[in-house]
C-alpha cells in the first residue's frame, strides 16, 4: 500500500504573533508550509501530501504548492481545516484515497525535519508498530503544578516527574491508517497529538529518536532558530 502524509496547517499562530496564519509565513522568503511539504515529499516513501489549508485558505494554498518546485512522484491534495488541530487532521484523513495504509500526521510548524526522522518513523510503522511517535529527551525538569488558590498567587508544585523517564514528542507522527482513523472516530475531548488518541484505544504507541531540527515554530524566537537554521543548511 501506499503511505501519505497529512499536514495540518490551518492553525491561526496566535502564539507567533499578529500577521498571516503561521503556516504561511514566511522563513527565508519560503513560506513554511512549502518547508513542511517538501520535508515530507523528501521520503521516498510518501507517494501523496494532504495539506489541511486555513478554513478561507485552500485556494491560497493550492496556488503555493502550484508556484513552488516539488517532486514529481508526490501526489498533492488540499482540503479546508477546522476550528482544533484534531478536526483539521480528521478532515485530512476524511480525504485519503483507498489504498493508502500508513498515514504520517505532520505540523506545517515543523518546517525543518529531516528526511532521516521521516524515514525512521515509517520504518518502524512498517516494522509493526500502529503508532510511532519521534521524541527526545528533555534538558529542562518538568513541574506538574495545582491552579493558584486565587489569582495572582504562585501555583502550588505538586510533583516532579523523573526527567529521565520523559520524552518530548514532536512530528511526523506515523500510523496504520484504520488504527488512526478509528481514533478519530471514538476519541472525544482535547487532546494534543495523534497518538494519545491511539494510546486511549489501549493500542501500543513507541517512540523513535526525533531530531532537534524537527522542533516546533510556536513564539518569535522559534523564527529567528528556524532562518539560522536554514542559514546553516546553505553554508
Ligand atoms: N492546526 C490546524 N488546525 C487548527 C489548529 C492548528 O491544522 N485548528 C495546525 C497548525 O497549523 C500547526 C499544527 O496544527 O501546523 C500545530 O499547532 P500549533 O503549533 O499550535 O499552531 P497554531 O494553532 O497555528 O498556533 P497557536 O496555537 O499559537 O495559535
Ligand atoms: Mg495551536
Known amino acids: 500500500g501506499r503511505t501519505a502524509a497529512v499536514i495540518p496547517a490551518a492553525g491561526r499562530g496566535v502564539r507567533l504573533g499578529p500577521g498571516a496564519p503561521k503556516a504561511l509565513r ?5 513560506p513554511m508550509l512549502i518547508h513542511a511539504v517538501r520535508a515530507m515529499a523528501a521520503s521516498r516513501a510518501v507517494s501523496l501530501v494532504v495539506v489541511v489549508a486555513p478554513p478561507d485558505g485552500a485556494a491560497e494554498v493550492k ?10 512522484r508526490t501526489d498533492f491534495l488540499v482540503v479546508p481545516g477546522g476550528d482544533s488541530r484534531q478536526e483539521s487532521v480528521k478532515y485530512g484523513l476524511d480525504a485519503l484515497p483507498p489504498g493508502v495504509d500508513i498515514v504520517l500526521v505532520h505540523d506545517a510548524a515543523r518546517p525543518l525535519v529531516p528526511v532521516d526522522t521521516v524515514d525512521a518513523v515509517i520504518e ?8 510511532v511517535v519521534p521524541a527526545l529527551p528533555l534538558a529542562d525538569t518538568v513541574k506538574q503544578v495545582e491552579p493558584a488558590s486565587e489569582p495572582g498567587m504562585p501555583e502550588p508544585v505538586v510533583a516532579t516527574p523523573e526527567r529521565a523517564r520523559l520524552r518530548a514528542v514532536q512530528t511526523p507522527q506515523g500510523f496504520d491508517r484504520a488504527t488512526l482513523v478509528r481514533a478519530h472516530e471514538t476519541v472525544t475531548g482535547n487532546v494534543t497529538d495523534d497518538a494519545s488518541m491511539v494510546e486511549q484505544l489501549g493500542e501500543r504507541v513507541v517512540v523513535v529518536p526525533g531530531h532537534e531540527e524537527a522542533f516546533k515554530v510556536t513564539r518569535p524566537l522559534d523564527l529567528v532558530l528556524a ?9
Not at 514566511?26 to 519560503?30: E, P, R, S, Y
Not at 496556488?63 to 514529481?72: G, M, N, R, V
Not at 518502524?124 to 503508532?131: L, Q, T
Open 63 to 72: 496556488a503555493l504548492l502550484d508556484t513552488h518546485a516539488l517532486p514529481e
Open 227 to 235: 532562518e539560522a537554521v536554514l542559514a546553516r543548511r546553505r553554508a
Open 124 to 131: 518502524a510503522v512498517r516494522d509493526g508498530a500502529p503508532a
Open 26 to 30: 514566511a522563513l527565508n522568503g519560503t
